[in-house]
């Protein structure tokens, strides 16, 4: 039996697994694939270099799948920001209704969402954060603990007592995202209240992923001790994977007196970490990767990743029933 969420009817899917919107990897091959295997795809925004690139990513997405898929929009610190409203208003123009937002004051971008009858899930790592999405009106949320790739903020709070949290303080449908990889993890996000997960690394490390062999067969072969923290003095903490370039980011900021952006900005540009996955080289500059690298042991379809899922969460959830018995074979026991 497929296992209905508030996620599910939201958004219209038949899996409670969205597909975070990861920079290089966000594209219309693996969007296609999550959402023809029953969860949501999500196109990323900035991985396209103009909002008339990102039409083109849209209109190709929908040559091949027939489901829902949403768009990711992260708002980033940046000295020359993208045009973040060109993106937007091109992503809606294009028919798509289903929006991931991530970053700093989202609240303009959710109140154009909402003015043009959107679904808006927006990405946070702490129940401040979220509390404050859930007064701009936002539908879901997607609640990122410490254990994630990219930005897991900087109060390192791990997902158990976070997702716990959520359930406590907030009143719309929450999402956990970061170190869920499997069945076993969806159930225990069930368990915690949320509706589903978002997942991240896990999916790069799938055939329809765009990324090079290589850097899956290097996600195969780690485990969850290859990842580091960078950025942590400069207040803009990213967990990536732990190679050389990582760690000589973490040496400069450990220096007397520490490191200022500048002083690393060529060992994390960007241009660097998109070369990993288009040349294969692990080595190369800095990649995302969250700590469920120690869960990923293959490199299944899509399609074959949510069969094992939802099979492992539906094992998980009886087994979690059969643990109860009758009151009165428990006081026989007694």
Same mark, same amino acid.
């Given at each position: 039996?497929?296992?209905?969420?508030?996620?599910?009817?939201?958004?219209?899917?038949?899996?409670?697994?969205?597909?975070?919107?990861?920079?290089?990897?966000?594209?219309?091959?693996?969007?296609?694939?999550?959402?023809?295997?029953?969860?949501?795809?999500?196109?990323?925004?900035?991985?396209?270099?103009?909002?008339?690139?990102?039409?083109?990513?849209?209109?190709?997405?929908r040559t091949l799948t027939k489901y829902p898929f949403g768009v990711n929009i992260t708002l980033l610190p940046s000295i020359n920001p993208p045009d973040y409203e060109g993106y937007a208003r091109a992503a809606v123009e294009e028919g798509v209704r289903i929006f991931e937002?991530?970053?700093?004051?989202?609240?303009?971008?959710?109140?154009?969402?909402?003015?043009?009858?959107?679904?808006?899930?927006?990405?946070?790592?702490?129940?401040?954060?979220?509390?404050?999405?859930?007064?701009? %009106? *936002?539908?879901?949320?997607?609640?990122?603990?410490?254990?994630?790739? +990219?930005?897991?903020?900087? @109060? $390192?709070?791990?997902? &158990?007592?976070?997702?716990?949290?959520?359930?406590?303080?907030?009143?719309?449908?929450?999402?956990?995202?970061?170190?869920?990889?499997?069945?076993?993890?969806?159930?225990?996000?069930?368990?915690?209240?949320?509706?589903?997960?978002?997942?991240?690394?896990?999916?790069?490390?799938?055939?329809?992923?765009?990324?090079?062999?290589?850097?899956?067969?290097?996600?195969?072969?780690?485990?969850?001790?290859?990842?580091?923290?960078?950025?942590?003095?400069?207040?803009?903490?990213?967990?990536?994977?732990?190679? %050389? *370039?990582?760690?000589?980011?973490?040496?400069?900021?450990?220096?007397? +007196?520490?490191?200022?952006? @500048? $002083?690393?900005?060529? &060992?994390?540009?960007?241009q660097r970490g998109r070369l990993v996955y288009e040349l294969g080289d692990p080595e190369h500059g800095i990649w995302s990767a969250g700590i469920v690298l120690g869960l990923i042991k293959d490199v299944p379809t899509c399609e074959e990743l949510f069969g094992r899922i939802?099979?492992?969460?539906?094992?998980?959830?009886?087994?979690?029933?059969?643990?109860?018995?009758?009151?009165?074979?428990?006081?026989?026991?007694?």
């Amino acid at each position: 039996m497929p296992l209905e969420t508030k996620l599910t009817k939201l958004l219209g899917i038949r899996v409670p697994v969205v597909q975070g919107g990861m920079q290089w990897v966000g594209v219309p091959k693996l969007v296609a694939a999550v959402s023809n295997a029953g969860g949501l795809g999500v196109i990323t925004a900035l991985t396209q270099p103009s909002p008339d690139a990102l039409r083109k990513a849209i209109r190709e997405t929908r040559t091949l799948t027939k489901y829902p898929f949403g768009v990711n929009i992260t708002l980033l610190p940046s000295i020359n920001p993208p045009d973040y409203e060109g993106y937007a208003r091109a992503a809606v123009e294009e028919g798509v209704r289903i929006f991931e937002t991530a970053g700093n004051n989202p609240g303009p971008l959710i109140k154009y969402f909402k003015s043009k009858g959107c679904i808006v899930i927006h990405k946070c790592t702490t129940i401040r954060h979220a509390k404050s999405a859930e007064r701009h %009106g *936002v539908d879901c949320l997607s609640i990122d603990g410490f254990e994630c790739a +990219g930005h897991p903020g900087e @109060e $390192d709070i791990g997902g &158990l007592v976070l997702l716990a949290r959520a359930a406590q303080e907030l009143k719309i449908p929450y999402i956990a995202s970061g170190g869920i990889a499997d069945g076993r993890g969806l159930a225990s996000a069930l368990a915690l209240g949320a509706s589903g997960v978002n997942m991240g690394t896990r999916f790069m490390c799938t055939v329809e992923s765009p990324i090079h062999q290589n850097i899956k067969d290097k996600i195969v072969a780690s485990s969850e001790q290859d990842t580091v923290h960078i950025f942590r003095t400069l207040h803009n903490t990213a967990r990536v994977f732990k190679n %050389g *370039v990582a760690q000589q980011v973490v040496a400069l900021e450990r220096r007397p +007196g520490g490191a200022k952006f @500048e $002083d690393v900005r060529e &060992l994390v540009s960007g241009q660097r970490g998109r070369l990993v996955y288009e040349l294969g080289d692990p080595e190369h500059g800095i990649w995302s990767a969250g700590i469920v690298l120690g869960l990923i042991k293959d490199v299944p379809t899509c399609e074959e990743l949510f069969g094992r899922i939802e099979r492992e969460a539906e094992e998980a959830i009886d087994g979690l029933v059969r643990l109860r018995v009758p009151s009165s074979r428990a006081q026989a026991k007694l």
